[in-house]
C-alpha cells in the first residue's frame, strides 16, 4: 500500500476542486491548473470532507508494481497543484558576470549572457517574470512549469568554476576550482 497515495489531500475554502471522467481541475486566486490523471488510479472528491482522495485497486497492486508508483505520483501531483493555485511557486535566478544582464520583451527574455548574440528564451503561459537589475524572479501557479523555465534559463549560460560567471539559482553554491599555478 503506498504511504504518500493513501493520504487524503486537504483543500482549502478558497479553493474549488472539480473532476469530470479522468481530468481534475483546480482552481484558486492563483489561477486554473488542469491534469489528466492515469487510469490505474481513481481520484474523488470529498465534499462533505474538503479532500481529495486518490485510491488504487488492491488486487492491481499485486500484480503491476507500477500501480503503487502511479498511485503515489497522482496524490502528489494533485497536492502540488492545490498548493500552487494557493501560493505561486517562485525560482530566483541570478546573472554573474560584468555587463551581463536580463530583460523581458514582449513573451521573451533576453539575456545577455557573453556570447556574440543575446539569447532569447519564450516564457509560457502562465509564468512572470520580473527582472531586477541581476535578479530574475520566475514565479506562477504550476511548479513544473516554472522550475522548467528556470532550468532553460540556466541551461543558456551554466556557471562555470573558475571565475563563478553564470546563470545560477540564487540558493546554488558554485564551487570554485583554482586556475593554472605559475611560479619557480
Known sequence: MSRIGRKPIAVPANVKVSIKDRVISVSGPGGTLKMTHRPEVAVTWEESEKAIK???DEAR????PSVKAYWGTTRALIANMVKGVQKDYEE???IVGVGWQASVQGKQIKLVVGFANPIFIDIPAGV?????KTFVRVSGADGAVVGQFAADMRAARKPEPYN???VKY???VITRK???QFGA
Open 54 to 56: 486518490v485510491t488504487a
Open 61 to 64: 497492486i499485486s500484480s503491476d
Open 92 to 94: 530566483t535566478m541570478e
Open 128 to 132: 512572470k517574470v520580473t527582472v531586477d
Open 164 to 166: 563563478g560567471k553564470g
Open 170 to 172: 540564487v540558493s546554488e
Open 178 to 180: 583554482s586556475g593554472k
